[in-house]
């Protein structure tokens, strides 16, 4: 059973055992449920992907946090744990409904991911504060509830944060403290702003009522707009670069699909390595890039084998390429990758640990290719077998321990 099986069951098991509880003892506040499950509806429909990995709703999960902390003088009955995950699931199938008509990219797992964590704060928080604490004036039950809620936003990005990880785990083949370091620093980058929003709506709401949603809400919404501008921008960055890898292909220096087949190897052994996501989208530009250089040579390889160069045509041309992306002015660390694509590992990071790692991985991954692909077409067995032979001489024997690793597993182009 696969992870996300996993989640889906958990999250259906929660939401329908919730649902049933609030329905039988009745759901207190309607307003602030209508209020807070209006605001998760709208934060799931306009959800956006910001990274390659899912999307993101934050307006949905700040309004779903903030509705689980709510303890005040302006709420007279706080919600029980049953009633805020019974709300979450309500509102957020609520907000996927209009996304799936209009044809728009949803992920039920990710919703149900979603869900998990909220419930996980909500426990938490009511687990640590009584249900008649509210924002009397002591300053002791100020601090007190203010701790709460961060032990609640805080439980919530570390339950969401080993579930991710375990799901980058499974189905990139990361090893898992390096999936859980990536989803940290997720957490501490944008699960900040949800935390924080998260609690300034439950304090304002449970201090003056209904007008504190549509005040706090308005800068996440800002900051979603400018997320979204910067998700766009990433797209087009990447298709442009897309584009820059083709042009070897058009002009017949590699063969169709050969830059994207050594990419994806390449990314295959960056995760088995847990590279973090920054270095892992350099060394995917890298491959992409790598054959860029060949271009300024006096005629294609045969079949797009850069192999059948002698070293120093290779090395020029890595030279030639890495000067051609510095230009760009905001590739310099992927140039530094290609411009050592094509050292041998013996007379290159063996004795200069300041030649990235990237490099090492290029240049097996490209080997790879280039045996197993058009062209040769040996059997992964019979190209491990000859990789093997320059183990320590031409190629890094950390990356290529790491390329048998990732082919043992079944990987294919």
């Known amino acids: 059973m696969g992870s996300g099986v996993v989640i889906l069951v958990v999250g259906g098991i929660l939401a329908a055992v919730a649902l049933v509880a609030t329905l039988r003892h009745g759901v207190t506040e309607w307003s602030y449920a209508l209020v807070f499950g209006a605001l998760i509806a709208i934060g799931e429909t306009v959800q956006f992907r910001v990274d390659r990995s899912r999307n993101r709703a934050p307006i949905a999960t700040s309004a779903a946090l903030g509705y689980a902390m709510l303890r005040g003088p302006s709420v007279g009955m706080p919600p029980e744990l049953a009633q805020v995950i019974a709300v979450t699931a309500v509102a957020t199938a609520a907000g996927i409904v209009p996304r799936a008509i209009a044809g728009l990219r949803w992920d039920i797992v990710v919703s149900c991911r979603r869900g998990i964590s909220v419930a996980c704060a909500a426990a938490v928080f009511e687990a640590l504060t009584r249900r008649d604490l509210a924002w009397n004036g002591e300053w002791v039950e100020a601090l007190w509830i203010a701790g709460a809620m961060m032990a609640g ?55 003056i009522g209904h007008w504190a949603p549509p005040v706090v809400i308005v800068p996440l919404l800002l900051t979603q707009f400018a997320f979204r501008r910067f998700a766009s921008a990433q797209r087009t960055y990447r298709a442009t670069v897309r584009s820059m890898a083709r042009s070897t292909e058009i002009a017949g220096f590699s063969s169709p699909g050969q830059n994207a087949r050594t990419a994806q190897l390449a990314v295959a052994i960056g995760n088995d390595l847990g590279l973090t996501p920054a270095r892992m989208e350099a060394l995917e530009y890298a491959a992409l890039l790598s054959g860029v250089g060949q271009l300024a040579l006096a005629d294609p390889s045969p079949g797009g084998a850069s192999l059948l160069r002698t070293r120093e045509e290779r090395q020029r041309a890595a030279e030639i390429g890495a000067s051609v992306i510095e230009r760009s002015g905001v590739l310099d660390h992927v140039a530094e990758i290609v411009r050592h694509s094509n050292d041998p590992y013996r007379m290159g990071r063996a004795n200069n640990p300041g030649i990235p790692v990237e490099s090492g991985i290029v240049n097996v991954a490209l080997a790879y290719e280039q045996l197993v692909g058009e062209g040769t077409g040996q059997s992964p067995d ?10 320590g001489a031409e190629y890094d024997p950390v990356v290529v321990e790491s390329l048998r690793r990732v082919i043992g597993r079944g990987f294919r182009f």
């Not at 439980?155 to 403290?177: C, H, K, M, W």
């Not at 019979?382 to 183990?391: D, F, H, T, V, Y």
Request: net charge neutral.
């Open 382 to 391: 019979k190209a491990m077998e000859s990789i093997g032979l320059g183990i």
């Open 153 to 207: 936003v805080l439980s919530a990005g570390l339950s969401d944060a080993v579930i991710g990880a375990g799901q980058a785990t499974e189905r990139y083949n990361r090893p898992f403290p390096a999936a859980l370091r990536d989803e940290l620093v997720v957490m501490t980058r944008i699960g900040m702003a949800m935390g924080i929003t998260a609690i300034l709506l439950a304090t304002g709401t449970s201090l």
